[in-house]
């Protein structure tokens, strides 16, 4: 604490004092860069190979060569909100599917995002400013669509989730817009330890739960976590569905897993989760 009892002394204070800030500044730049952005870009779930791929991979979509793309990107890069909102708004306007807006223009700009931060072509906050207006933009579009019609009783109740050790709610807010529009109810669960999910689903009733599972490192507490979450659930015969970028890379038994179905399309486990529960 003596950098702070010099009163009498600002000479001698100062320069200690600022050593300290700058130390505070450099420690908090590590862990914004090596802790956080990792885990907000959750480069592991964007690009299960090294950068190289990904970078391949935006160039043979040419994705990168469309203006709205390109201009979306930018704008998000640099904190233009209203910019990059007008480019969805055009979008739709042109009538493009919102579920087109997710997968094939916010999806994409995101892991472009991750691509430009691993080569150092960005900075950690614009990185974060980027990735928060992309956030914005999906609640915006997924709550002011309306759920679909369903028949009466015929609602489900679907808690969607990320397994413990991950944060990544770009892609379960697309999927939870998606079981929107089918007519469920849908409770994004942000919890990030097992015990407040297990929690989560005592508390409620859940016909469905949906747990997304980005690195291989999860996959060995996963048939525990399922088990402790059919024996916590307050319905007895709650169904337990698996997605996430693993399951695109590799194949997967779910009933190794204790899982009763994987899914890789959101647009595909619409149906079929429906068909779960009515079979139960």
Not at 177 to 197: H, M, P, T, W, Y
């Amino acid at each position: 604490m003596s950098e702070f009892n010099g009163l009498g002394s600002p000479s001698n204070a100062l320069k200690p004092q600022n050593n300290t800030l700058d130390d505070c500044k450099e420690s908090l730049h590590v862990v914004i860069e090596q802790q956080i952005i990792p885990r907000l870009l959750n480069v592991q779930q964007f690009f299960p190979g090294n950068v190289q791929q990904a970078v391949q991979a935006l160039e043979n979509s040419g994705l990168d060569a469309q203006p709205e793309f390109q201009a979306f990107t930018q704008h998000c890069l640099s904190g233009d909100a209203m910019q990059a909102n007008q480019i969805v708004d055009a979008l739709s306007a042109r009538g493009l599917a919102n579920d087109r807006i997710f997968l094939e223009l916010i999806t994409p700009a995101a892991r472009h995002l991750g691509v430009l931060w691993e080569q150092d072509l960005c900075d950690f906050t614009q990185v974060t400013c980027g990735l928060a207006l992309m956030h914005q933009m999906i609640y915006r579009l997924g709550y002011e669509s309306p759920a679909g019609q369903c028949e009466e009783g015929a609602r489900e109740r679907v808690m969607l989730a990320c397994a413990p050790g991950s944060q990544h709610f770009l892609g379960l807010t697309i999927v939870a817009d998606f079981f929107r529009q089918a007519g469920s109810e849908v409770v994004l669960e942000i919890s990030s330890s097992e015990s407040e999910l297990l929690r989560a689903v005592a508390n409620e009733w859940f016909d469905v739960v949906g747990i997304s599972v980005a690195i291989e490192a999860q996959l060995s507490t996963l048939p525990a976590l399922i088990a402790h979450m059919r024996a916590s659930s307050g319905n007895p015969k709650v169904r337990v569905v698996l997605g996430g970028p693993i399951f695109m890379i590799r194949d997967f038994n779910p009933v190794e897993l204790g899982a009763d179905a994987i899914f890789t399309d959101a647009r595909e486990a619409v149906g079929a989760v429906k068909h779960l529960v009515r079979a139960s």
